[in-house]
């Protein structure tokens, strides 16, 4: 497994190997991205092995859409990749768009793609991420961003990590220390309204979040980030409205499904049978053994509602 900041604990997907495996393009959401959904970037590999930090392939390639699916013609002259700029109600998909592929060579010579990972942190920080060990996380990434200050995706996850441990004051004080270019970036903004829900100033954090609020592309995975981020810090009524602003947008069982695990494992009984319902609604997970041997959901089965529940399922 590569280690974190190749890995992180956003989605990345869609992996191009280059013939001579000297670097790699995947597709990733991560904090340094272009206000898309998903954005392209490439991890060069030197002679030793060694990668390189994942750069943002730039505005040349990414956009205010999604970028995917990288890959380099068979001459190797061209890099083609599929994008959704062009997407209208009547044309939903992908275009194939492509360029010269002289690109990735000029992202080479960056300086930023000299700096290589320090493998052993790195394996320790995905692996503490990915067990939700943020005790272990914390230090760890502490230590990464000493070696690499301005990487962005490290400072939105450790001060979510502390936000996580309610260490408030810490997590705004790293939010606070980002460079001026990083100051108004989406992540960073969400990761400051948390800590002020967290200090119990709602109204702050109503200030900075309604900018980022409204119409687009990622306003139904904002509410979703906000209301499972405010459910793990056990603020159930603005968890509660911001997903359902999220549902009222587009909905499926799965949301309502890992909703109710988190609040079967809070204890809130009642809330989490409410999810578990309208994940049956929703028509995806309609069988008997979705529900059965879930070991967060166990708190529940001895309650008269999980019958309930099990007669309404096949």
């Known amino acids: 497994m590569l280690p974190f900041s190749i890995n992180s604990v956003d989605y990345e997907e869609g992996p191009y190997i280059a013939p001579d495996e000297s670097f790699l393009i995947f597709e990733s959401i991560r904090p340094e991205g272009i206000e898309g959904s998903l954005d392209l970037y490439i991890s060069f590999k030197n002679k030793a092995g060694q990668w390189s930090l994942p750069l943002n392939m730039g505005p040349k390639i990414n956009s205010g859409s999604s ?8 001459d190797g002259k061209y890099l083609f990749f599929g994008s959704s700029r062009n997407q209208a109600p009547d044309r939903p ?3 194939i768009f492509w360029i010269d592929a002289s690109v990735i060579d000029e992202l080479k010579q960056s300086r930023a793609a000299q700096t290589l990972i320090e493998p052993a ?9 990915y067990q939700n060990d943020v ?5 760890a990434l502490k230590k990464w961003l000493a070696l690499y200050p301005q990487n962005l995706d490290a400072t939105v996850i450790y001060s979510s990590t502390l936000r996580k441990q309610k260490q408030y004051a810490s997590a705004a004080q790293v939010l606070n220390n980002v460079a001026d270019q990083w100051k108004n970036n989406t992540n960073i903004l969400m990761e400051r309204a948390l800590v002020q829900f967290g200090l119990n100033k709602e109204e702050e954090a109503n ?4 900018p980022l609020l409204v119409e687009g592309d990622q306003l139904r995975e904002r509410y979703l980030y906000l209301a499972v981020a ?3 810090m056990a603020k159930i009524q603005p968890s509660e409205a911001y997903f359902e602003k999220a549902m009222s947008i587009h909905t499926s069982s799965y949301p309502y499904f890992n909703r109710a ?4 494992r809070m204890g809130e009984k009642d809330r989490a049978f409410a999810a578990l319902n309208q994940a049956v609604t929703y028509g995806s997970l309609v069988l008997k053994t979705d529900y059965q041997n879930v070991a967060d959901l166990k708190p529940l089965e001895s309650d008269v509602k999980w019958k309930l529940l099990m007669a309404r399922l096949k």
């Open 67 to 74: 970028e995917r699916f990288a890959s380099l013609s068979p």
């Open 93 to 95: 998909g992908f275009d």
């Open 121 to 129: 942190l790195g394996e320790t920080i995905i692996g503490a991420l």
């Open 135 to 139: 005790e272990t996380a914390a230090p």
């Open 207 to 210: 200030k900075i979040l309604s």
């Open 230 to 232: 405010l459910l793990d």
């Open 261 to 264: 695990c988190t609040l079967a």
